[in-house]
């Protein structure tokens, strides 16, 4: 009987240390899986203030600093928030460049400052590792290994979802005059449209140089874009789509997220103009759907949106709806210099 209790008892502190091991594993596998996730919030805010760094010591002003969807914007000297998304992008920092001269200004710090910070922050993280153990070390790991992978993804030239990075626009920066000047026309815009300067009243050349014949990187078509945004906001609406269905036929360089742009807009106007319907269903296939979705906080989806469900649907319930988040959106938005404009645009449907 004594060396059954005795038996017995080996074989549950035998169970016992062979259940201890997988416990282990598990609770390491939930502070890696933590300490990934908590990293890559981390990452984010430490790669968006990496630019601010290194923009504000290239000699640029600081604009906006965004964070997932919330946006600081510091306008008349004050710090203002609002809520703002950019499909395909975790943050954003923006700011305007020094004076562009002799076809230059400093770009390449400003760019590649987010990676920079990332690996300086991972590497602390190594080393935190390497002094520590167990679940610290476990934790310090995956902090590093998130600030590793993220640099690297935002410095080595390659485009994300179809979106270029920090690395790949720097590139092209670096290669080509034209590309340079696309960069310094683009953050200069959002400048003035943070102020409330409209597209229609900035400097004409900005517009009235792009070639779209030579549509040869993601940064002259991102220049070709703010000509269809120049054309609408003068009120050149019929020229405007002539613009984008052309830039849609032939702008092979044209990012997805620019692409599903001027796909919103042709259906609005087909939605205000002759409202076929076939046109209509053929644009707002499930892609198109899916990217409105997930772009619902601006107000040209609402307006989009408002003049789908008042002449498509012909759900009045719904559309009040849609001028009621058109509102919200206008209210939010960091770029104050897209309100009128957008105005004016949604008078086409409402006055309809």
């Known amino acids: 009987m004594t060396v059954m209790l005795d038996s017995n008892i080996l074989f549950l502190a035998a169970a016992s240390e062979s259940e201890a091991f997988p416990l282990e594993v598990i609770l390491s596998i939930l502070v890696m899986v933590a300490a990934l996730y908590v990293g890559f919030v981390v990452h984010a805010i430490v790669h968006e203030a990496g630019h601010l760094v290194a923009g504000k010591l290239s000699g640029y002003d600081f604009l906006s600093f965004r964070i997932f969807k919330i946006v600081f914007v510091k306008k008349d000297g004050k710090m203002q928030r609002k809520k703002y998304t950019v499909a395909g992008t975790g943050g954003q920092c923006l700011m305007s460049p020094p004076d562009y001269k002799d076809n230059n200004y400093p770009f390449v710090f400003y760019n590649l400052g987010g990676s920079l910070m990332n690996f300086a922050l991972g590497a602390i993280f190594f080393v935190l590792m390497s002094v520590t153990s167990g679940y610290a070390a476990t934790a310090f790991a995956g902090l590093g290994l998130v600030g590793a992978v993220i640099a690297a993804m935002n410095i080595i030239p390659m485009k994300i979802g179809g979106m270029p990075n920090d690395g790949y626009n720097t590139m092209l920066c670096v290669k080509n005059e034209g590309s340079r000047l696309a960069l310094w026309v683009h953050l200069r815009y959002i400048v003035l449209l943070s102020q409330g300067v409209r597209v ?6 900005w517009f009235a140089t792009i070639d779209a014949n030579n549509i040869s990187c993601p940064l002259s078509a991102m220049a070709a874009f703010m000509r269809y945004c120049y054309l609408t906001d003068i009120g050149t609406y019929a020229e405007a789509c002539e613009y984008a269905r052309y830039l849609l036929d032939n702008g092979e360089k044209l990012l997805e997220v620019q692409k599903n742009e001027l ?7 087909e939605l205000v103009g002759v409202c076929r ?22 107000m040209s989806r609402q307006r989009l949106m408002y003049a789908y469900n008042k002449f498509y649907l012909r759900d009045d319930a719904k559309a009040q709806k849609s001028l009621a988040d058109f509102e919200k959106a206008a209210s939010h938005t960091p770029f104050a210099g897209e309100i009128a404009g957008e105005r004016e645009m949604l008078a086409l449907a409402t006055g309809r």
């Open 200 to 205: 229609r009243d900035m400097p004409e050349d």
């Open 263 to 269: 796909r919103c807009e042709l259906m609005f106007f």
């Open 277 to 298: 319907m076939i046109e209509i269903e053929e644009l707002y296939n499930d892609k198109l759907q899916k990217y409105v979705k997930a772009t619902l906080t601006y």
